[in-house]
């Protein structure tokens, strides 16, 4: 559950539909090698099941780590821009997760 909610905060943070969100996420999840993983609508957590999630993922293997970040930027730049918001919250899991941020611009 962690990479998928992971991947939906993101998706969710920088459009206004859950169809533009649907659409990100499913993009992320094929860069990150999970297409198994399911949207989670934001109205389906909080922000406990994030902190949560990240203590999660911050249990992936070191090669995991930069693929998943791929993965959230990937997202972030499915609509071609990436957002104030969205970059701080890929900065924010690459701290979390102690790897890199991978180029946004």
């Known amino acids: 559950k962690g990479a998928g909610l992971g991947l939906s905060a993101v998706a969710a943070s920088g459009v206004e539909t859950n169809e533009q969100a649907l659409a990100g996420f499913n993009d992320g999840?094929?860069?990150?090698?999970?297409?198994?993983?399911?949207?989670i609508r934001p109205?389906?957590?909080?922000?406990?099941?994030?902190s949560r999630a990240l203590a999660v993922l911050n249990r992936l293997t070191p090669l995991q780590k930069p693929r998943l970040l791929k993965a959230l930027a990937k997202i972030a730049a499915t609509d071609n821009q990436i957002r104030p918001l969205e970059a701080e919250l890929i900065r924010a899991v690459a701290a979390?997760?102690?790897?890199?941020?991978?180029?946004?611009?």
């Open 43 to 50: 109205d389906e957590y909080q922000l406990r099941d994030l």
């Open 29 to 39: 999840k094929m860069v990150a090698g999970l297409p198994r993983l399911t949207y």
């Open 96 to 105: 979390a997760l102690d790897c890199p941020a991978p180029p946004l611009w």
